[in-house]
């Protein structure tokens, strides 16, 4: 998977994207993240890349010319055709007007073999970028910052996270908060169910995020400043433990996120745990049990 990210700041980026599985993705050749430098596509004697907004208002806004001309020397593929589906690039324009990116916007940017991120600043950017240019707008939270380049960092960082030797444990991924999609087949996996005998395998009581919140988790010492690990987790019993987890998870996505229970794969098991702790009411969830 190639990044390549166009903004006015290029040595921005030598900090975010040289640590941890960023970094180790891009040495073993699983990314690959270029920088292009807005002001080297400008003509004039002082790299001017903003200008005043027509009608008046507040700030400057980033010129078009700078950036069609960048796209254009990079050969990237024509907007009509990276619209369609299955279409191997996408460029997209950092932008508090885009859709919140999430982690099911990450999984679906993850099937691209090219990702170019456009960092706006200033006030904006010409509209036309958006119109013409980008194939999509993406905002990373309902807040304001002072350009796209934090933005496009943590989105390389939660895609390098998808791509496949990125980690360590590649179910870790499906484990996570927020993670959705296979979450049911990678539990089969995580029960060994279906895998040849004798594969290694992660204990039962390991289970896949399916959109909630994270379960809490605890390491040694079991008992620090009065404080204990549960006892559920120290009993080795991974069905126990399992359901602790998956209860633990329903309760803190109902106390932080109890958005997220609308999109969320919810079993049987975890509708009578939401039922037994009378969190929810009946419109969060369907009649149906899966």
């Given at each position: 998977?190639?990044?390549?990210?166009?903004?006015?700041?290029?040595?921005?980026?030598?900090?975010?994207?040289d640590?941890?599985?960023?970094?180790?993705?891009?040495?073993?050749?699983?990314?690959?993240?270029?920088?292009?430098?807005?002001?080297?596509?400008?003509?004039?004697?002082?790299?001017t890349?903003?200008?005043?907004?027509?009608?008046?208002?507040?700030g400057?806004?980033?010129?078009?010319?700078?950036?069609?001309?960048?796209?254009?020397?990079?050969?990237?593929?024509?907007?009509?055709?990276?619209?369609?589906?299955?279409?191997?690039?996408?460029?997209?324009l950092?932008?508090?007007?885009?859709?919140?990116f999430?982690?099911?916007?990450?999984?679906?940017?993850?099937?691209?073999?090219?990702?170019?991120?456009?960092?706006?600043?200033?006030?904006?950017?010409?509209?036309?970028?958006?119109?013409?240019?980008?194939d999509r707008?993406?905002?990373?939270?309902?807040?304001?910052?002072?350009?796209?380049?934090?933005?496009?960092?943590?989105?390389?960082?939660?895609?390098?996270?998808?791509?496949?030797?990125?980690?360590?444990?590649?179910?870790?991924?499906?484990?996570?908060?927020?993670?959705?999609?296979?979450?049911?087949?990678?539990?089969?996996?995580?029960?060994?169910v279906?895998?040849?005998?004798?594969?290694?395998?992660?204990?039962?009581?390991?289970?896949?995020?399916g959109?909630?919140?994270?379960?809490?988790?605890?390491?040694?010492?079991?008992?620090?400043?009065?404080?204990e690990?549960?006892?559920?987790?120290?009993?080795?019993?991974?069905?126990?433990?399992?359901?602790?987890?998956?209860?633990?998870?329903?309760?803190?996505?109902?106390?932080?996120?109890?958005?997220?229970?609308?999109?969320?794969?919810?079993?049987?098991e975890?509708?009578?745990?939401?039922?037994?702790?009378?969190?929810?009411?009946g419109?969060?969830?369907?009649?149906?049990?899966?």
């Amino acid at each position: 998977m190639k990044f390549e990210i166009i903004t006015i700041f290029p040595d921005f980026f030598r900090g975010p994207l040289d640590y941890g599985i960023v970094r180790r993705a891009r040495e073993a050749g699983l990314i690959e993240i270029a920088i292009h430098d807005l002001r080297g596509y400008t003509h004039d004697r002082h790299k001017t890349v903003d200008d005043r907004p027509f009608g008046g208002g507040e700030g400057m806004v980033l010129k078009p010319e700078p950036i069609f001309e960048c796209l254009e020397a990079m050969e990237i593929t024509p907007r009509a055709e990276r619209l369609r589906e299955g279409a191997r690039e996408t460029v997209a324009l950092l932008s508090p007007q885009g859709p919140v990116f999430t982690q099911t916007m990450a999984q679906e940017l993850a099937r691209r073999e090219r990702v170019v991120l456009i960092c706006g600043r200033y006030e904006g950017v010409d509209e036309r970028v958006s119109e013409h240019l980008a194939d999509r707008e993406i905002s990373v939270g309902d807040f304001v910052l002072s350009g796209g380049e934090l933005g496009a960092a943590i989105i390389v960082d939660a895609m390098t996270r998808l791509v496949p030797g990125a980690l360590g444990n590649a179910a870790s991924t499906q484990r996570e908060s927020f993670a959705m999609g296979d979450s049911a087949n990678v539990s089969k996996k995580m029960t060994g169910v279906g895998q040849p005998k004798g594969e290694n395998k992660p204990p039962s009581s390991t289970c896949a995020s399916g959109g909630l919140l994270d379960y809490p988790h605890y390491t040694r010492p079991a008992e620090f400043r009065g404080m204990e690990v549960p006892e559920v987790l120290l009993n080795g019993n991974h069905d126990e433990i399992r359901r602790w987890r998956r209860r633990k998870a329903l309760e803190k996505t109902v106390a932080n996120r109890p958005d997220l229970l609308r999109g969320a794969e919810l079993s049987r098991e975890d509708r009578e745990v939401l039922e037994q702790l009378s969190i929810v009411s009946g419109q969060l969830l369907d009649s149906d049990a899966e």
